[in-house]
């Protein structure tokens, strides 16, 4: 007999996690539909007649749920349930507001409409008339003094930092953008205008200056945003007042702020900001050795011209010029000093009044005048010392300036031994004024009538002789002759000073140079001193010749 098994097939159902979240949004859907028709209900926005829940519109249409000896009898009664929003009966007046619940409300529900007390009932408050509850319109804030909205206007301020710490006047004058050794400018002064205020302020107008010591200076830097923030970067453009700062001094920098809100309505207001200036003569930071080259100086162009006139075309030309403006300097007996303590440069035409310097200023001095006749020169610092340089031939000639006085043979060879330094800098006077857009002042508080020049002019007569110094054989004729060639040279001083001239005599005796001699005299004031040159040769003949004496 055979058995045959039967499985009984089972139908279960597989309820997925997907399933089960879309069953629970249906509930959940279902369930706020029930609540929104309950609000309604409750709220008589749906009046069922019969829910023993009476509203307004109920008592309007006699529904059963509400008392006909109640509705609509012009009679507000509370103690039964009767509001100001349910009832008919209980209307508020025109100066209240229904707030049923609101602190201060009747037992109706009705509230009196107070300014100030914090709340913005429409039927009678708006921003036109209670700003204290209502609020502005956007750009106005409430004055509540006056409880009315007015126009905010923007709100600007500053916040400024500057570079200004020691800083020289001088460096102010002459190195306007603050630009240090490698070419970077650095402002003098830096703001920051921010806008504080809910509107725009339109057209911002910036005008800065230090009083005599700088040029006014503006520049429309356009709108500001509300929470904006603008940046402004100040370099001044100084005055000639700015050289009269001789001992550090405070300036006060004043900025003045113009502006417009966006209905053309003009704002201004300035504010101060004290700085220290050091004093011209002081070395500070962003100082550069070329700001003190003055070539256009009044001072200086007369002491060139007092020095002579040049050609400086040619190389012999410049080395011409620059030994003969040396020995001019050394003519004005100008000492030599060591360098005080504290570093202290002096202009050309301060040295020239003072008749003194330390190796900075002598340096200084001698490129300036040097630049005054167009000869190009530099500056050379080795460690502790400075020393001076100019161009010719395709050559830099090293002088060594505190050797001023001295011949100019001896200050190139001390300017030759120094510049074999290896630690040395060289400063191209005219590629640093590049470099640093460098502006030498053309005067500096000193008149050319201030100081008291030679003026040294040489004046030559010259002469010869031929005499026997041996009678020839048995006292006939002359056997040996002697030839004298004099240069009489008259150093004239028509200047108010006393001074030094140094010239070269040349004796030439057939056209060949026979004789060169430096010839260096000091004359007092409007005084004339004499020296004489001369030149002996023996000889047996007794032909004619030709001689001369010239000067350089």
Not at 7 to 19: H, Q
Not at 327 to 345: K, N, V, W
Not at 361 to 383: F, H, K, M, N, R
Request: charged share 25%.
């Amino acid at each position: 007999m055979h058995i045959r098994s039967m499985k009984k097939k089972n139908n279960n159902i597989s309820f997925s996690t997907s399933n089960i979240i879309k069953i629970l949004f249906i509930v959940l859907g279902f369930f706020a539909v029930i609540v929104s028709l309950v609000v309604l209900w409750y709220t008589g926005v749906i009046p069922v007649c019969g829910d023993n829940h009476c509203v307004p519109k109920e008592c309007a249409q006699g529904c059963c749920d509400c008392n006909p000896n109640l509705c609509q009898d012009s009679i507000c009664q509370p103690n039964v349930q009767e509001n100001c929003q349910n009832s008919p009966d209980c209307k508020c007046d025109i100066h209240e507001v229904c707030a049923i619940g609101r602190e201060g409300a009747d037992s109706a529900g009705c509230y009196e409409i107070k300014c100030s007390d914090g709340w913005c009932d429409n039927k009678k408050e708006d921003t036109s008339n209670c700003c204290l509850d209502c609020g502005c319109p956007a750009g106005y804030t409430c004055n509540k003094e006056k409880n009315e909205c007015q126009f905010s206007m923007p709100d600007l301020k500053i916040d400024y930092h500057s570079t200004a710490f020691q800083v020289s006047a001088s460096t102010l004058y002459s190195n306007r953008k603050l630009v240090d050794d490698e070419g970077e400018e650095h402002p003098f002064l830096m703001l920051r205008i921010k806008n504080n205020g809910v509107n725009i302020a339109k057209n911002v107008k910036i005008t800065v200056d230090m009083g005599e010591y700088t040029q006014e200076e503006s520049k429309n830097i356009g709108s500001i945003e509300p929470s904006g923030t603008v940046k402004y970067e100040w370099y001044p453009t100084a005055t000639e007042s700015m050289l009269n700062i001789k001992d550090d001094q405070s300036l006060l920098i004043t900025v003045k702020i113009t502006y417009q809100d966006e209905y053309g309505k003009e704002y201004s207001f300035d504010e101060s900001y004290g700085v220290e200036i050091l004093g011209r003569n002081t070395w500070g930071r962003y100082s550069a050795h070329s700001q003190y080259v003055t070539p256009l100086d009044n001072t200086v162009r007369q002491a060139v011209s007092s020095a002579g006139s040049f050609s400086t075309q040619t190389s012999d030309g410049i080395k011409q010029a620059a030994e003969t403006i040396w020995d001019f300097l050394g003519g004005l007996q100008i000492d030599y000093i060591s360098d005080p303590a504290r570093e202290y440069r002096q202009y050309p035409a301060e040295v020239l009044k003072t008749k003194r310097g330390d190796c900075d200023d002598l340096a200084t001095l001698y490129v300036s005048l040097l630049e005054s006749v167009g000869i190009s020169t530099s500056l050379i610092t080795i460690p502790g010392h400075m020393f001076a340089a100019f161009y010719a031939g395709g050559y830099i000639w090293p002088v060594e300036t505190t050797l001023i006085g001295s011949s100019f043979q001896s200050a190139l060879n001390a300017g030759i031994e120094n510049y074999n330094e290896e630690d040395k800098q060289i400063i191209k006077i005219q590629d640093e004024w590049k470099l640093r857009n460098i502006k030498t002042p053309a005067y500096v508080g000193i008149e050319a009538s201030q100081l008291e020049f030679p003026n040294i002019k040489v004046q030559l007569e010259q002469d010869a002789d031929m005499e026997c110094i041996e009678e020839g054989f048995m006292g006939i004729g002359c056997a040996l002759y002697r030839l004298t060639i004099e240069c009489n040279l008259d150093f004239i001083n028509t200047g108010i000073s006393k001074g030094q001239k140094c010239v070269n005599v040349l004796i030439y005796l057939d056209g060949d140079v026979v004789k060169s001699e430096d010839v260096c005299e000091t004359v007092g004031a409007e005084s004339t001193e004499h020296k004489k040159v001369k030149y002996t040769k023996d000889t047996t003949s007794s032909s004619s010749f030709t001689y001369l004496c010239r000067v350089n």
